[in-house]
């Protein structure tokens, strides 16, 4: 089995963006501990806050004073942690997305794997298999945590807890191998290869279509193994489809790079 993962190259300009983001997070909460050093381990406040009976002037600036010291410090903390995450997502991004442990373990030494392609107008591709049977679209059910449908429609919670409307994992597998198949035929107008759509999911919320069909995990690798080999896939032409599907993974990669 071979495993093509079609991921953003990465420049020189990329890289020293993270090492930069990555620094300022890092001054950021060096100056917050800094800061409360100063305020809590010195008698730098002490000395500034008057003594006595203050003013109502010497009051409001003694508030504002410890005010200062508790907030500045606690927002360049909250500051220097935004940007680490803002960091290691913007670092993730740059990572070829991995083929799925349970993909992976359900394909045999004769098909090829390919993750992450951008087909012509821009329709990204998560999972795509290549084998006797023609090509299969493995598509994927988001967690039941962070999604809900609502009969046909689907909807996704986003970091700040809203819902969000998406398209549902069978249609988008159905669409994603239409579209496969559309991407192929223009090459080779004379033959069409079989492209199959299916979702790899345990959850009871989704139901096969005649566009595509769900298997669990555990059945994926027999699944497989009952499609019918396609008898004009010979070796010539199933090449020149691994060849097509390694041209245009390669043009992810240099998509990625150029956004």
Not at 100 to 111: E, I, M
Not at 129 to 140: N, T
Not at 179 to 201: C, E, Q
Request: net charge positive.
């Amino acid at each position: 089995m071979q495993v093509i993962a079609a991921g953003p190259t990465v420049t020189v300009g990329q890289r020293l963006a993270l090492v930069r983001s990555a620094v300022v997070a890092t001054l950021l909460l060096a100056a917050a501990a800094s800061l409360a050093w100063l305020c809590i381990s010195t008698p730098l406040v002490g000395r500034m806050v008057p003594l006595g009976r203050p003013s109502d002037s010497q009051a409001v600036l003694g508030i504002a004073l410890w005010a200062a010291v508790l907030v500045v410090p606690a927002s360049l903390v909250l500051l220097g942690l935004s940007r680490f995450a803002e960091t290691i997502e913007a670092a993730a991004a740059l990572r070829p997305r991995p083929l799925r442990p349970v993909v992976r373990a359900a394909l045999g030494n004769d098909a090829l794997a390919a993750t992450g392609l951008r087909l012509p107008g821009g329709r990204r591709v998560n999972e795509l298999v290549l084998g006797p049977f023609g090509i299969v679209v493995v598509g994927e059910v988001p967690p039941p945590s962070v999604s809900r449908n609502v009969g046909p429609r689907w909807e996704i919670r986003d970091s700040r807890g809203r819902w969000i409307p998406v398209e549902g994992p069978l249609d988008r597998a159905a669409r994603d191998a239409e579209r496969v198949r559309g991407w192929l035929g223009a090459d080779d107008r004379d033959f069409i290869v079989k492209v199959h759509a299916v979702v790899v999911s345990t959850d009871p919320r989704v139901a096969r279509t005649p566009a595509c069909a769900v298997v669990g995990p555990d059945d994926l690798a027999a699944w497989l193994a009952a499609l019918p080999p396609q008898r004009g896939l010979t070796p010539g032409r199933r090449a020149r489809v691994e060849q097509m599907v390694r041209g245009i993974a390669s043009n992810s990669s240099g998509e990625d790079a150029g956004r």
